[in-house]
């Protein structure tokens, strides 16, 4: 465990890993300088920077980079920094650096009241950003990728760097061809900031910006007549550029281009056009009920199954292309996380947890001296005649704003659909608990028989019989 600063100038072929590490209270928590940036000449590199905590820093990883090959950053916490992830470099001047150098930031969590930035690669190279959380309270820039020095905005740079060499602000960043995707920015969740994520392409290349999550952009508090920005890119003609949720941007009154909520904008020949797809909110940086504080999407979510059907772009769709999947089979999720869909069966016999949306197709028992715990904002849906059958532990808490749904898997559901749950003799009075769970279109919602389970502040409607037991004392309350 590190707590002190560190810095690397390399100028040879060099591999270092820094992983398991953590930075706090430092100016830059890690400095990596690669060669000299007026030199071209940069070494060949395979930086990697996995797993480590940056907390209190003013930047928490600041890359000047001249070199080659893959620098990746990925699961990392970045806690209350001012500028998260900060990158900038000269390697797009030429052609065969510019061609080798991938940056892969991917899984990282970036959280921070008041950051500038969450997340900056600024020049021409190779840049990945993917399933990202960054959630940077009232103020600030979520993503920032591209040359926005060339455009007099060189403000965006951290006044502990200095000021940025003359290659950075006028160099022009032409690249070798027209049809470069450079620029791949997908499914990262941003809440927060002034702006979403901002995108400056350099002339002749692609940018992707898809699936992404953007919500709550608020205006710059130092200027009343802002307008957050969700998504603000540059010089889109070539680009890629849909499927993103962006919603709950704040605009100022009279901003007569937005209305009273701004959502995404793209910027060409000084005018301003709608994009991607989004789902608009009234909600001002609140999360939205459907979406969880840790950024997992729950059942009612509409982010689920809404994602690019064909993320990778070879014109396959996602029902014969299993890469454009999430893990559990179904088209893809917009957002850092997935929303998980399995169907279950039989019998429980080790500790297990259920989120996301989970089908009975088969009767479920949780065995003797096992628990089944079920995640707030999870959906349980029974096949007809199905049921749980607890002979050990049910934990099923939801919270006020985020439910547990035991309901029918009919499409025309009606009551009677499905069995119940049943707690059974030998379950754990003491530790089973229904807690802020609808239960609907069951038999019984809630069998007990010689079981006294806890049910707080459950909505238990349209079934045969609510709540029904044998020689049972079961805690009801608020229900």
Known sequence: MRTQPLSIEDETY????ITHCEFKNNLVGVKYKDQDHTSGVGGDLYLYVDSCRFENNTIGLAIDNTGRIVKRIRWNQFVDNEYGIYIEGYANSYVSFYNDTHFDICNNTILSDQAEIGIAAIGAFYVNVEKNVIDIGNTGTGILIGKPYSYGLDHFRPSIL???PESYLY???????????????HQNTVVGGFRGIQCHNPSGSKSSIRDNIVINQKKDPE?????????????????????NLVSGQESYEEDINTGENMTAFYYNEEMFYPLGQYFPSTDIYNLPANLTINYTPTYNSPVIDKGDPDFDRDGISWVSDANDRDPDATRLDIGAFYYPQISVSGTISSDTTWYGKVTVTGDVTVASGVKLTIDPGTKVAFNSGKKLIVNGTLDAQGTSANHIVFTSSSSTPSAGDWYGIRFEDSSNDVNCILKYCDIHYAQYGVYCDRANPRLISNTISNNEQGISGYIASPTITDN
């Not at 022009?172 to 470069?180: A, K, Q, R, V």
Request: aromatic share 14%.
């Open 14 to 17: 060099t591999y270092p890993k």
């Open 162 to 164: 200095g000021s940025a």
């Open 171 to 185: 160099e022009e960043y032409d690249l070798p061809g027209t049809t470069e995707l450079i620029y791949r920015i």
């Open 223 to 243: 200027n009343a007549m802002s307008t957050g920005a969700g998504i603000l890119s540059f010089f889109l003609s070539n680009n890629l550029v849909g499927y």
